[in-house]
């Protein structure tokens, strides 16, 4: 599995705006960066089934989530690529910073990787399948996403 220099950089672009689109609210971009469908792995969270999504259920489901943080941060590091033809897998080690000013413990860190497996889509690479796997404990205050999720519902009221 023979990885080009170029295939190497395009793929670590849709890692780091992965996590750009992420953390600037990007949504236009977040749904550029996946196949028209994907599969959300969330199965390293207890409870949490795989889901096919549609792009934009993706995003929808993205902003609903990440909308109602103050803040994220979003750091990526040790790429492992691999490519056959116009397939790629790529792992990359995550630390997810996530914060809502709430009384108490106010942030949230989310340690482990993103595992994407990539289709070669009119010369780039679009994510159909996207795990999140969490490999340490959180740090922080565990609410915190329910507390953003509600936080967000009222955002997306006025979304166009």
Same mark, same amino acid.
């Given at each position: ?38 599969? $959300? &792995? =969330? ?6 089934? *795989?889901?096919?999504?549609? !792009?934009?259920?993706? @995003? %929808? ?54 595992? $994407? &497996? =990539? ?6 690479? *679009?994510?159909?399948?996207? !795990?999140?796997?969490? @490999? %340490? ?24």
């Amino acid at each position: 599995m023979n990885v080009t220099p170029i295939d190497h950089i395009r793929i670590s672009d849709v890692v780091a705006n992965l996590a750009r689109a992420q953390d600037e609210k990007d949504w236009e971009r977040f749904q550029g960066l996946f196949a028209d469908r994907v599969t $959300l &792995d =969330l199965t390293g969270q207890p409870g949490e089934p *795989a889901e096919e999504l549609t !792009a934009p259920e993706m @995003t %929808a489901k993205a902003r609903a989530i990440i909308g109602g943080f103050a803040c994220t941060h979003h750091a990526s590091s040790n790429l492992l690529i691999e490519v056959s033809g116009a397939t790629a897998r790529c792992r990359a080690h995550m630390v997810a910073y996530h914060h809502v000013p709430t009384p108490g413990v106010d942030h949230l860190t989310m340690r482990g990787y993103w595992r $994407l &497996d =990539l289709v070669d889509a009119n010369q780039r690479w *679009a994510i159909r399948r996207w !795990a999140i796997v969490r @490999t %340490a404990p959180w740090e922080g205050n565990p609410n915190l996403y329910d507390i953003a999720r509600e936080g967000a519902s009222g955002d997306l009221r006025d979304a166009p």
